[in-house]
């Protein structure tokens, strides 16, 4: 048993995937996540990615239970993995769901643009809606609330070691913008390929940031604030575009 936000108790299930134990809370977000991100294959999977990327180091920001984590652990065994989950409750299983994995590091706070503690509704079974935004006033009847730490992306990364990145994911409802000014030029500039979800309406100055150096795909529906993204380093796209369906993000 664990203890949710308000104290409540509840139970976690378990999957079994290329030899890992998944914990998750049945009843919530999680079993969506688990089959969007581990159960679809191919280029059908969440984060499909060029097999020739070949990363070394991956960011996983907003990493929820460690699916993520788990899926390129998968497709990259040989990479470094840095999670950043904020919410105590949900880091709690990301950690058991990556124990096991020597190259996975997890840290429980969210990356941000500066040094912070923010409060964080919950409404009862999505957890997977974290924003390092605090303006929450218009969410309805949210049933309890956590404090969460969030640090200075760069400062942070700089503090864990981390000084090159190949590969970032990044899912933080609406804080993409604010993670990808706070990061190194050089960190930035020299990241292979970038995928992940934006939220709202800042996301288009999450991409005008990484216009420069990047090529961009992104699938985003009318009437919708969210769409999906890939961004592929203009310095990489000789040895990656071949082995990558551009057409999937598509599908």
Excluded at 152 to 160: F, I, N, S, T, W
Excluded at 181 to 186: R, T
Excluded at 197 to 216: I, K, Q, T, W, Y
Aim: hydrophobic share 40%; aromatic share 12%; proline share 6%.
């Amino acid at each position: 048993m664990n203890s949710a936000p308000g104290g409540r108790s509840i139970s976690l299930a378990r999957l079994r995937w290329q030899g890992h134990n998944v914990f998750y809370r049945p009843g919530t977000s999680d079993p969506l996540v688990l089959y969007q991100v581990l159960l679809k294959t191919g280029k059908k999977a969440e984060y499909y990615l060029p097999p020739a990327l070949q990363p070394k180091v991956i960011l996983d920001i907003g990493s929820n239970i460690g699916a993520s984590i788990l899926y390129f652990h998968h497709q990259f065994p040989s990479a470094k993995i840095f999670g950043f989950e904020p919410h105590p409750e949900t880091f709690r299983i990301l950690r058991s769901n990556v124990a096991e994995i020597p190259s996975v590091f997890v840290f429980n706070y969210a990356l941000g643009g500066k040094d912070t503690t923010i409060t964080v509704p919950f409404q009862g079974v999505n957890f997977s809606g974290f924003s390092t935004k605090s303006e929450f006033g218009n969410l309805p009847n949210p049933t309890a609330t956590t404090d969460c730490e969030v640090r200075h992306a760069g400062d942070a990364l700089r503090e864990v070691g981390v000084m090159k990145v190949d590969l970032i994911k990044i899912d933080c409802e609406g804080g993409e913008f604010e993670i990808f000014a706070a990061l190194p030029d050089e960190m930035l500039g020299q990241c292979k390929w970038i995928v992940g979800e934006m939220h709202d309406v800042s996301g288009f100055r999450a991409l005008a940031l990484l216009a420069p150096h990047f090529n961009l795909d992104l699938k985003k529906k009318m009437f919708s604030p969210l769409f999906r993204f890939h961004a592929c380093n203009l310095a990489n796209v000789a040895e990656l575009e071949g082995t990558f369906d551009d057409k999937a993000l598509q599908a």
